[in-house]
């Protein structure tokens, strides 16, 4: 497994994936299949290949959706403001 392709995916992540905030706000994208192609599209763009990816974390749809999950329990779990 590639060094360079675990830090990229972190990077990736903790930049691009967001919870839907509970306060009606927009959030950021929440489409799985457009996650996967951004992720896919960022690594080639620095010269990683889904290959690459794929050997880091498997599934990258069923990743992304396992990274939202995460995210949005944890945002649906912070206490709102009184």
């Known amino acids: 497994m590639s060094e360079s392709a675990r830090e ?3 990077f ?3 930049n691009s994936n ?3 905030e509970q306060y009606q ?4 994208s929440q489409d799985v299949a457009e996650l ?3 992720l896919v599209e960022a690594a080639k763009g ?3 290949s889904e290959t690459d990816v794929r050997a880091e974390i498997g599934d990258i749809t069923a990743y992304i959706e396992e990274l939202l999950r995460a995210v949005n329990k944890a945002e649906s779990e912070r206490p709102r403001p009184t």
């Open 36 to 38: 996967t192609r951004r």
């Open 25 to 28: 706000t927009a959030g950021v």
């Open 12 to 14: 990736w992540v903790e």
């Open 46 to 48: 620095q010269g990683i």
């Open 18 to 20: 967001h919870a839907v």
């Open 8 to 10: 990229f995916i972190d």
